[in-house]
């Protein structure tokens, strides 16, 4: 009788669970088991093209929600569309993050182009070799998928031409178009000209300002009403490299679509031509520049 009652209450606790995952819903659990056969799909690649490099392991992730993957992913995408370009094929399409809250479905959708572009690099490549799809594994949330997706990000890197100063500085420039649209709204005048850098500047010292650009972000957020704060990576400046920063840059892109959509902003930013042979310093003008905007953002919220 008591084995009966127990079974009894192990089927009361575990029917809601099936309900649930029978329901058709896409949840942040499906878009992980997606994310694992990318990675799969992007082994294959490197091992057919010959890429032998180790890449890089990201940080375990905390705090992220469906934009910020959804932003991690366009970074995938656009790598993509790089190693097709060096490759000779169509580029894929990037695009924005939508100026609307993003579910697990826009990011699922994302993902699974994602998954399309990468198995049509193999079709073109005549690379046969299939992977094994990946099993669901449920209770999976947003920070797993992300850090997964960066995780295939690094492993992208063996496949393109390195992340640039050029790359990072059209980051940048998609930045000060979400802030001037932000800006209008908030009626801030923002400052248009970068100012006069002294001195070399290293990739550690834009690395610093971006990160000092995160920590703002974070406090104009907690000003705004309803809005909650992003929250900062730990991220150790040691050895940094273009595409360190221009993941830093990513995620600040992400958090300017937070801002907009809070505020009720839907205009898009629109494209940005890829600049040629930009210097160190100038990219770190660019980006104290937005630092200092930022201020002036904090300031006049903070007086309303």
């Known amino acids: 009788m008591k ?28 878009v992980y088991q997606a994310t694992e056969n990318i990675i799969s799909e992007i082994e294959v690649l490197r091992e057919a093209i010959g890429v032998d490099d180790e ?3 990201p ?9 910020h993957v959804y932003g ?15 490759l000779g094929m169509t580029p894929a399409d990037v695009g924005e993050i939508p100026l609307r809250d993003i579910e697990p479905s826009d990011v699922f959708e994302l993902v699974s182009t994602i998954l399309s572009q990468l198995r049509n690099m193999k079709e073109q490549l005549v690379i046969s ?12 949330m947003p920070s ?9 990000s690094y492993m992208l890197d063996g496949l ?13 420039q998609y930045i000060h178009a979400e802030m001037r649209l932000i800006a209008t709204k908030l009626d801030v005048s923002l400052d248009l000209e970068p100012p006069e850098i002294k001195g070399r500047k290293r990739l550690k010292n834009i690395g610093q300002q971006a990160l000092f650009a995160l920590y703002k972000v974070s406090e104009l957020e907690k000003r705004l009403p309803g809005m909650p704060a992003a929250s900062v990576p730990e991220v150790i400046l040691v ?16 958090e300017m679509v937070r801002i907009k959509v809070n505020l009720k902003i839907d205009l898009p930013r629109g494209d940005q031509p890829i600049p040629n042979d930009v210097k160190t310093n100038e990219v770190f003008a660019q980006m104290h520049l937005v630092v200092k905007n930022l201020e002036k953002m904090i300031k006049t919220v903070a007086k309303k």
Not at 59 to 67: D, L, N, T
Not at 144 to 152: F, G, P, R, S
Request: glycine letters at 4%.
């Open 3 to 30: 084995i009966v009652k127990f079974i009894y209450i192990i089927l009361i606790f575990l029917l809601p669970m099936a309900i649930m995952a029978d329901d058709g819903k896409i949840t942040s659990s499906h």
């Open 55 to 57: 890449p890089n392991e």
């Open 59 to 67: 940080e375990a992730q905390r705090g992220k929600s469906p934009i």
């Open 72 to 86: 991690k992913g366009l970074e995938l995408l656009e790598k993509i569309s790089k190693a097709q370009r060096k």
């Open 129 to 140: 070799d299939k992977i094994e799809e990946a099993k669901f594994v449920g209770a999976k």
């Open 144 to 152: 797993d998928v992300y850090e997964n997706l960066w995780l295939a």
């Open 160 to 172: 393109i031409p390195p992340i640039n100063p050029e790359d990072v500085y059209r980051n940048i």
């Open 239 to 254: 050895r940094i490299r273009s595409s360190d920063i221009y993941d830093l840059t990513n995620m600040l892109i992400a």
